[in-house]
């Protein structure tokens, strides 16, 4: 009989977000800009990644907080359309943003209202949630944080991944999920030496800390020291950057788990970066 796909549960934000295309992003002056589009969808780099997991066949289970208002219904109702089994844990507002871009890939991201942090009822369940869980998935957040550690020092934890986004190395808020994480993922935007801000990760507690670079590809390392890269995949025409890095990190996770080596793994993720960079959503199957 074949082995069961592996478990992974997802912790973090998923939200109901307004795109705004711009011709350039707003200086900070005052002034009248007309916009070139505008559309809703679903974002919030958990949602992402359940559900560029999910499509790959992954079992996977997104637990995130939403109000029940219009706008956490719309959330859980388009990710339960795609597949992707989601636990709303009651909140006292649904994520929103409001996404200004650009079709040269650029993106200011302001966030218009976020759920407070979870409860102590809810907190134990999340933490349960986890329970026999094979890979675990926890994004930033306040009550990210605090799930973590947790999670760290059960006897038996999942294999922990976490996304530390434009982290410059140094942010203090950052810490508990990267000493706590077994496999960490960031993007280029902070730092001015990629290479040197990976190694430093895996000094300090994960086995492999991996750096997109846009159109640069990414590279990675492991606790061997030894730096692997891969190129960007070739890409007719960018439509919406949104959601590429959770993409990446979805095929690199699928692909690590299957037994795949790190270069193939970054390999993985650059294909399924290419799937989101193509849509305008988190991914193809939310098209209208």
Sequence with gaps: MADSPARVVIFGPASWNEMVLLDHLPEPVPHMQFAQ???HAVGG?????????????????????????DDGRRVADALRGAGVTVTAHEADRTERHLNLMTTAGERVSLYL????????????DL?????????????LTETGRAIITELRATAMPPTIWVDLHDYDGAAEFHEPFLRNADIV???????????????SCVQRGPTIAVCTLGARGAIAVAD????????????????????????????FLAAHIMGAPLAESLQAGARQARTALQTRHLHPVLAD
């Design 224 to 251: 061997d020291g030894v730096i692997v890269r891969t190129a960007a995949e070739p890409i007719d025409r960018i439509v919406d950057t949104n959601g590429a890095g959770d993409a990446f990190m979805a095929g």
């Design 127 to 139: 933490v349960a949630a986890f329970d026999g869980s094979d890979h675990a998935v926890i994004d």
């Design 45 to 69: 780099t958990s949602a992402g990644k359940a559900l560029h997991l999910t499509s790959l066949g992954l079992d996977v289970a997104l637990h995130t907080l939403l109000a029940s208002d």
């Design 37 to 39: 589009d505008r559309w």
């Design 113 to 124: 209202s976020t759920p407070a942090p979870a409860s102590a009822h809810q907190h134990a």
């Design 185 to 199: 993922f960031m993007n280029g935007d902070a730092t001015d030496s990629p290479e040197a801000l990976i190694r």
